[in-house]
């Protein structure tokens, strides 16, 4: 009996799940799992987690000081229900988590590096290996050097918001463990840009991990490429033999219910033969590069903005249900 394409692509590739759902990570068992500030509001609105997001905030009125406000306590168990989930979903995987540092610090080196040790003292704390943990940091300039000196500390880290070779050019060079180059994204864009259809192949999301993908083997560059931001199973069938892919749950679901041959389309062996050519990475050759496209520009931005606008979403979610809980206990 043939196997499923699922089946098929972990024997090339690691999968990662991209979502903060405990229940569907239990059910496709990737190897590691990743989540983001609209993930883990998306799941802290589902029933079947009330309970984490309680002993969250109850927690951290717990610790607070006897005058804390409203706004400090919910600060505190803002940042400890992403180690929460975090830690609920290491004890279901054998890898590693993907946790996200702050998107408004996006272009704050020294905060974003503040933060990453907080994160990582949470886990430690709870008896995590940082080995177990990757730290998620927007593919700013600012937040590859970040990375970089979270790096030298022994804290790896996930570039994310990646849409162009220049941002990942940069983190491979700072020696980032992994990035996370969007498919997904990119192809929304030149979809709105041109009004037209891609088929997989010719995706230009798909060409650019792709790129990306020959470049780091071609030259020998450690950090992993993980391709993330999926719409549809013929992009993830078109990166077949990438390090890892991030792939939603409904997609892991229709690789897992297709059953037909995948072949691989990405590989080291392939890529080292390949005439490219090496590009010198400094922050002027990464500005001038950015700023010549606009896709990458555009959607660096928006998604920054988009990460800001669902942790407000999920500060206010948390201050509602602090409220509810403090009307309780007075009642």
């Not at 692509?9 to 759902?21: N, S, Y």
């Not at 996200?100 to 907080?118: C, F, H, N």
């Amino acid at each position: 009996m043939s196997k499923n394409l699922l089946e098929q692509l972990r024997e090339m590739t690691v999968v990662v799940a991209d979502t903060g759902d405990i229940k569907a990570i239990e059910k496709f068992k990737p190897q590691d799992a990743t989540t983001n500030p609209s993930l883990i509001t998306a799941a802290a609105q589902m029933p079947e987690y009330q309970e984490i997001v309680t002993e969250t905030l109850l927690q951290a009125k717990k610790d607070a000081p006897s005058d804390a406000t409203q706004a400090q306590i919910v600060s505190v168990a803002f940042e400890r229900l992403a180690v929460a989930f975090g830690l609920k979903i290491l004890e279901i995987i054998p890898g590693r988590v993907s946790t996200e540092v702050d998107a408004r610090l996006s272009y704050d080196i020294e905060g974003t590096v503040a933060k990453a040790q907080q994160l990582i003292s949470q886990y430690e704390a709870a008896g995590v290996s940082r080995d177990r943990v990757l730290i998620k940091i927007a593919s700013t300039w600012e937040g590859i050097r970040a990375a970089e000196k979270l790096e030298k500390q022994g804290i790896h880290c996930n570039l994310t918001l990646l849409f162009g070779l220049h941002q990942a050019i940069a983190a491979a060079e700072a020696k980032v463990t992994l990035i996370s180059p969007f498919v997904g994204r990119i192809l929304d864009w030149y979809k709105k840009e041109t009004g037209r259809d891609y088929s997989p192949a010719e995706d230009p999301g798909v060409i650019s991990v792709t790129n990306i993908y020959n470049y780091y083997k071609k030259f020998g560059y450690q950090t992993e490429v993980m391709g993330a931001s999926f719409r549809n199973i013929g992009e993830i069938i078109e990166l077949a033999g990438c390090d890892l892919l991030t792939i939603s749950p409904t997609l892991l679901g229709e690789l897992q219910a297709t059953i037909g041959e995948l072949p691989r389309k990405l590989d080291p062996a392939k890529a080292a033969s390949m005439e490219i050519e090496k590009i010198t990475m400094d922050k002027a050759t990464f500005d001038k590069m950015l700023k010549s496209d606009r896709m990458a520009t555009e959607k660096l931005d928006e998604g920054i903005k988009g990460f800001t606008k669902a942790l407000e979403n999920l500060e206010q979610l948390l201050t509602q249900r602090l409220r509810e809980l403090e009307a309780k206990v007075t009642v």
